[in-house]
């Protein structure tokens, strides 16, 4: 049977774990698909999965009363998805909406915390590894913040 | 003494350049709610400029403003300008309309490595009105298509009602020889692009960054990231380049409101490679 190991180890967020990690998050690795406009998880709910997007458009939206939902950001192909899985209360921040039919790798987030419990090797790379994406995050959300459009020609 | 005066004078003012032109307005087009196109008749002889150069407007008793010029450049009958109401030249300019005058000089200033960069990937970054001093640039390649290899334009703007010229930007993005990507910094959820700022769009896009040329505009901060992320993704550092809008009175090196160190935007720029620029980007208040 073909595994998602070769797919996941050719990631650039995946690229150079030790091989012993690999085959261990390939474990917890399952292939999904989402229909546009499906909702892949709400504000609140459990967060217990993570995401690489393979193919598609997700919208990470948050709702507000009297203004309806507001889309703000996107995540497309090589994305990864959701990092509340990993930092406590293990609760979703927003809803994740496919855009457009969406294909991905879902990651069991509890098992893998599970692992990254008995395995500090593997959970201080994990923790590496998602401490950039929420830090590149933060540095689009702050420029965004900053309404720079607006400031200037 | 008359004709010393004469003398004088005519040796400090460079010539015709400080003489506005009437221009009549032949069309204007309202873009987005605070940004507007106006389509200008050019002398008998034709009005010729180079993709990133810009004119002084002048509405009299107003003021004068430098504006990047945003039409073809192969259309020698018609000269375009797009603006933004931000300030009291521009909202008196907003209220032109079909039949009015507005005064001109120029053309001013370098231009966009279009020729140069032949043979070459192109990645146009646009931010804002930023869009407007490029889109002479993309005209150009577009009707030179062969000679480049990849286009790609990126796009990022506040909100889906700020996208400026959308419908040419839809007949863009339906060719299969340029690549265009848009990005809103907020939207509703019916709408179905991208969200997120610009630079999230550069890893996206598809260039060969090692044989890539870039031109950059748009505010500042948006152009300081947008070059981070491109060198960050291997594009060289010499070719990048970015329009740099400051302080502009005379528009021809001759009052140094535009001075920055060593540098006069109005006739070393607007364009320059962002090398030659790069300290002025991180120079706090000039
Ligand atoms: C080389 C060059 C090319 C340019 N090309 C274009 C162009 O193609 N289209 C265009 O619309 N503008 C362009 N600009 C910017 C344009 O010149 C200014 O927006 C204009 O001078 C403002 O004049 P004003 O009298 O209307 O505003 P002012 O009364 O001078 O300014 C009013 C207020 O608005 C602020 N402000 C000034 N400019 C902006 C802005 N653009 N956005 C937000 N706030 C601002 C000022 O800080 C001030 O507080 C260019 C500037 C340069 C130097
Ligand atoms: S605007 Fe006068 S020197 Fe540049």
Redesign the interface.
């Given at each position: 049977m073909e595994t998602l190991e070769p797919l996941l180890s050719e990631h650039p967020f995946l690229k150079g774990l030790d091989p012993k990690h690999l085959q261990l998050i390939t474990g917890c690795a399952s292939n999904v698909r989402f229909d546009a406009g499906q909702i892949i998880f709400r504000e609140g709910e459990e967060a217990d999965q993570f995401y690489i997007i393979r193919n598609g458009?997700v919208?990470l939206?948050i709702y507000t009363p009297g203004?309806?939902?507001?889309?703000?950001?996107?995540l497309?192909?090589?994305d990864i998805l959701g990092w509340s899985w990993l930092i406590p209360p293990y609760q979703w921040r927003f809803d994740a909406?496919a855009?457009?039919l969406t294909r991905a790798i879902a990651l069991d987030g509890k098992c893998l915390r599970n692992k990254c419990e008995s395995d500090h090797d593997l959970g201080y790379e994990l923790l590496k590894r998602f401490a950039s994406i929420v830090d590149s995050r933060l540095?689009?959300t702050r420029?965004?913040l900053?309404?720079?459009?607006?400031?200037?020609? | 003494m008359t004709a010393i005066l004469e003398k004088s004078t005519k040796e400090i003012i460079p010539s015709q350049e400080m003489i506005p032109e009437y221009f009549r307005i032949t069309k204007t087009q309202k873009d987005t709610h605070d940004t507007f196109t106006i389509e200008l008749e050019p002398p008998k002889n034709g009005f010729n400029f180079t993709p990133g150069q810009f004119n002084m407007l002048y509405m009299f008793g107003v003021g004068e403003v430098p504006i990047s010029i945003s039409g073809d450049p192969s259309d020698r009958n018609k000269l375009t300008h797009t603006i933004r109401a931000v300030g009291s030249v521009t909202r008196t300019m907003q209220k032109l309309k079909k039949g009015d005058f507005v005064g001109i000089r120029g053309p001013f200033g370098t231009h966009w490595p279009a020729e140069e960069s032949i043979g070459n990937d192109i990645v146009i970054v646009a931010g804002g009105i930023g869009l407007a001093p490029l889109r002479p640039s993309i005209y150009h390649i577009l009707s030179n298509r062969e000679k480049y290899g990849k286009v790609v334009l990126l796009y990022g703007t506040r909100t889906p009602n700020d996208i400026l010229y959308r419908k040419e930007l839809e007949q863009w993005r339906a060719r299969f020889d340029l690549e265009v990507l848009i990005t809103v910094d907020r939207a509703a959820s019916d709408w179905k692009g991208n969200v997120g700022v610009v630079t999230t769009l550069i890893p996206r896009s598809h260039f060969d960054p090692f044989n890539t040329v870039a031109m950059v505009c748009g505010p500042e901060i948006m152009m300081r990231f947008s070059v981070q992320d491109l060198l960050k993704c291997g594009v060289a550092v010499n070719n990048i380049y970015v329009s740099m809008e400051r302080n502009m009175k005379c528009g021809i090196g001759f009052c140094g409101h535009c001075q920055c160190g060593s540098t006069f935007i109005c006739k070393d720029g607007p364009v320059y490679p962002y090398n030659n620029v790069k300290d002025i980007f991180i120079k706090r208040e000039i």
């Open positions: 458009k919208a939206q203004r309806g939902s507001i889309i703000i950001d996107t497309t192909e090589g909406v855009g457009e540095e689009s420029l965004r900053l309404d720079m459009y607006d400031s200037n020609p | -």
